[in-house]
Structures are given as C-alpha cells and as structure tokens.
C-alpha cells in the first residue's frame, strides 16, 4: 500500500515502510514502526512506557486512543527507591527522579495491540516483524541515537541490568556497536502468542511486580491487571479553512495548543515571519499561555479534579484583550506520523520519560520514570491520587482541509512539544511554509521568565531579544527544542534533524 512515515530515525521509519510495502495500511504501520522505536530510539521510548495516538480517516472520523501512564497506589512512607539524577542538555540542564519507585502503570502495549485489533489488517505476527529482526540481527544506533543514550548515561548506566544491554566494554554504546536484544525479540514472540495478557496479568507482569515488591518499588499485579485504554472525543476547533483535531485529556498540550492559537492567531499572523514583532508576539502568547496554565488550568488537574474539556468564552476574550494590549505596546519522547493512500492518518507520541534505569527481568525493556517527572508532577512528587492517568504534554495533532487530512504533525520534548507543534502549525497555515520549511526553521520556547532561542533569526532582531529579555542562546539547533515529524495529505513529510528524524515513503 503506498504511504509514506515520518519518524525520529532511518530504521523506525524503514520498519513502517515495510509493513506498508506489505500490503499494512496505516495503523499496522504505526504499530510496526512503535514497536520498532524501541530497538532504534531506546533513549527515547518503550513498551513499558505510555502513548497518545490519533487517529483520523474519511469514512470513520476521528478516534483518540490514550495508553499514557497511570498512577500506582503511593505507599505512605519514605523508603522507595527513588533519586535524583541530572540531564545535560547542552545549553540546558534538567532534573529527573529514577529508581523502581519512580516507575508508572505502563500502557504502552494495551494501546498499541487495542489499535491493531481494531484498525489493522496485516497479521500481529507479520507487523512485529522488523521489531523481531531489529532485535536478533541487530543494528547500529544512529548518531543522534547514541547522543541521547550519552546525554542519559546516568540513567543507562545505573543499574547491572541496563548496562548489560545497552554499553559495550564498559562505554554506552556507540554507532559502531552493535546493538541486539534478543530478551525483547522473546517478548514480541510472546505477545504475538499470548497477546497483551502476558504483559498485564500473566508472566511478564508477575516479574514487573516482583522486582517492585522486592525493590521499594510501587506497582503491583493488581494495579497492572485494572489498566484501561481511554478511548475519548479529541478536541477539535477550526482556523481559517482548516478544522485541527488534537489531543484532549490527560494531555494538556492539546488544550494549551488551541488556547495560544485561539489566542495570537489573529494578531500574530499579520507579522512578517522572523520579525521583531513576530517573535515579541510569539513570546507574549506563550508567557500568556504558562500564565493561563499556573493561574487556572493547573486547578482543574489537582489529585482530585480533572481537566477542564472546553474553553470559556470569557477565559479566552480576557487572555485576548490582554494579548492584544501587550503586542501592540511592542524531553524524551518521540513521535511517528503516518498516513496512507486509503487516506488514514494517525499521529502518536509516545514515551519513556527519560527511562527509570529498571529492566523487566525476560524481555530486555526498560521501564519508565514517569512518577519522577517534575513537568508531569507539578503538585510535587507522590500527591496523585491513586490510578490517576498522569497528565502529559504531548500532543499528537492532525489538521484537515475539505475533510481530507492535510497535515499529521507531533513532537517529542517534554515541555517545549506545545511550542514546537505551534511554531510548525503557524509555519504551514499562517505564512504558507512548505512542510520541511515549517519542520527546519528556527524556534523559541519561553518558560519561568526565561526565552530559549535557536539560531537562524536576524541577529538585528536576537539583540533587540537580549535587551530586553532574559535569553538562552543555543549554538545549534538542538533537540531541547523537540522534534516534529509530520506528514501531507499529498504524501510528503518532513522529520526533524534536532532528533535525527527520516521519512520512508511506500510508492
């Protein structure tokens, strides 16, 4: 079937364009490439991790399948196996909790087999396929690959298990080392026999619990037995001549997503891309956006509360006339998009936080430190309620025009997803970038007062910035910013170079 996948590395998206040469539509494509990502971005993702997807298609419309991360019961006492360990970016340092007690219910595999159950039409046997042959033959990480496993070496490096897998001679594995893992081709086996009951009730989940139990950590069978994938109404809102379908709760990077949009459209786009104006009015809609999440949005996702699902009209008529007033006074994730010529698209994100340090015992994964992130506790760390979906920002997102899809588009990088899927909507239907351009072009975030900036803008423009601005200049355009891997409705697609992104085509 002619498709075509863009990815964060050469292999993952090789892997869907196999299932599509196949005769796999888009869905098995997904759950290829998903299952894949784990052999060629381990850094990045994991089946004992979690996920959004959306999906959309003419005939069906949209769906939205969330397999995120629950929260375990919290044991009410100080003895977990938890720590901390920095992250060095760079140009930008980040703190993350690890250890078996940082580990969330994970939903990565529910999701994915739920969506081949009920969208595929190739054999599971046939879509776990290159996974299976990643991890027996084995292949060579990409440079950007094994930058990330670099960067996370305290985390990779911390216990026996993982060093056991991912280092070679003592040193994290490189690009010319070769990388197998041959626990996790015997896991893809036993799931295309036993499917998701081996990961959820029956042995694989037995070993998971075990070590828990055993190593101050918190999940137990019970929890993993009670897992549920949401399937929920995405959120939708029109611009222009484009209806954008995004992801709704626990993701709050849909929701703030349409908030800054709804919010600048009308302004901002009158700006000449790259302008003074346009980057001050850029800035001032994020600081608009972090404020509306502090001040008010963050009260509908306490322990006890829930997201809000729909903008009050009021809410957003009083963050505009602010906007206005202001303008006119001037990580680790990854994502896939796919689409295929039957017209189905799906976008998914997907995560491993950035890894706990933990394998589960028989399959070669390593598990998630979802339970010590800080930008998904913001309450602080163990104050969720129990079998609480963790809030998230990754925001998998589809925009289509004349009801045929037109762009499938998502990012990876924690906090800063919302403001790469932003910049890269507004790139395509605010300034008519072409895909690539809209992928390639430099970008900002601003956060707690601080702007983070790439380079590529006028530098006349960058100094006016640094007078007036508490600012972060990086060398290089740097994975801190995300990485956006998106699709056309015309079948082509462009994959960020910040996270060594590609894009296979089935023609």
């Not at 302004?267 to 800035?283: A, D, N, R």
């Not at 997102?397 to 899927?421: C, D, Q, W």
């Amino acid at each position: 079937m002619k498709g075509v996948v863009a990815a964060g590395d050469r292999l993952t998206a090789k892997a869907g364009k196999e299932i599509l040469g196949k005769g796999g539509n888009a869905y098995d494509a997904m759950v290829a490439s998903v299952f894949a990502a784990y052999m060629t971005e381990p850094g990045l993702t994991s089946p004992a991790g979690g996920g959004l997807l959306l999906s959309y298609s003419k005939k069906e419309g949209a769906s939205f399948y969330d397999f995120f991360v629950d929260t375990p019961p919290i044991k009410k006492t100080e003895d977990k196996d938890f720590y901390p360990v920095e992250v060095d970016y760079g140009s930008a340092k980040q703190t993350f909790h690890i250890g078996h007690a940082s580990i969330a219910i994970p939903g990565m595999v529910k999701g994915l087999l739920s969506l081949h159950d009920e969208k595929g039409v190739l054999p599971l046997s046939e879509v776990l396929r290159p996974a299976i042959s990643y991890a027996t033959e084995g292949i060579y990480l990409s440079k950007t690959q094994s930058f990330v496993l670099k960067i996370l070496a305290p985390i990779f490096m911390s216990t026996q298990e993982s060093r056991r897998i991912f280092t070679k001679n003592g040193e994290l594995l490189g690009t010319k080392d070769k990388y197998t893992n041959k626990d996790y081709a015997d896991f893809l086996e036993m799931i295309i026999s036993e499917g998701e009951s081996v990961f959820y009730t029956g042995r694989i989940a037995s070993n998971l619990c075990r070590i828990c139990t055993n190593k101050k950590g918190l999940i137990s069978e019970e929890d993993l037995k009670r897992y549920k994938v949401n399937k929920t109404t995405p959120i939708k809102f029109r611009i222009k001549n484009y209806d954008i379908i995004t992801s709704p709760e626990p993701s709050l990077g849909g929701f703030l997503i349409k908030f800054t949009i709804l919010l600048a459209s009308g302004l901002l786009s009158k700006f000449e891309w790259g302008s003074e104006k346009y980057l001050v009015g850029l800035i001032k809609a994020l600081h608009l956006t972090q404020e509306f999440r502090e001040n008010e949005l963050l009260e509908f996702i306490s322990p006890n509360n829930t997201l809000i699902k729909h903008l009050n009209l009021s809410t957003i008529k009083k963050y505009q006339r602010i906007y206005k007033k202001d303008v006119q006074s001037i990580g680790n994730t990854t994502h896939i998009s796919v689409i295929d010529e039957m017209g189905n698209a799906v976008s998914c994100t997907s995560t491993i936080g950035e890894g706990s340090g933990i394998i589960i015992p028989e399959t070669g994964i390593m598990t998630n430190n979802m339970m010590g992130e800080q930008d998904l506790n913001p309450k602080g760390f163990f104050m969720w309620s129990d079998h609480t979906r963790l809030p998230t920002m990754m925001s998998p997102t589809i925009v289509i025009k004349n009801k045929e899809p037109y762009i499938v588009l998502g990012s990876s990088g924690s906090n800063r997803i919302r403001s790469a899927i932003l910049q890269t909507l507004m790139n395509i239907l605010f300034y008519s970038q072409d895909i690539k351009s809209a992928v390639n072009n430099p970008r900002i975030h601003y956060e707690n007062n601080n702007l983070y900036i790439e380079p590529g803008f006028d530098e006349t423009v960058v100094k006016y910035l640094e007078e007036n601005y508490n600012i972060v200049k990086f060398k290089d355009k740097n994975l801190y910013f995300g990485g956006v891997h998106a699709v056309t409705g015309t079948m082509d697609g462009a994959a960020d170079p910040r996270r060594g992104g590609h894009v296979e085509s089935a023609l």
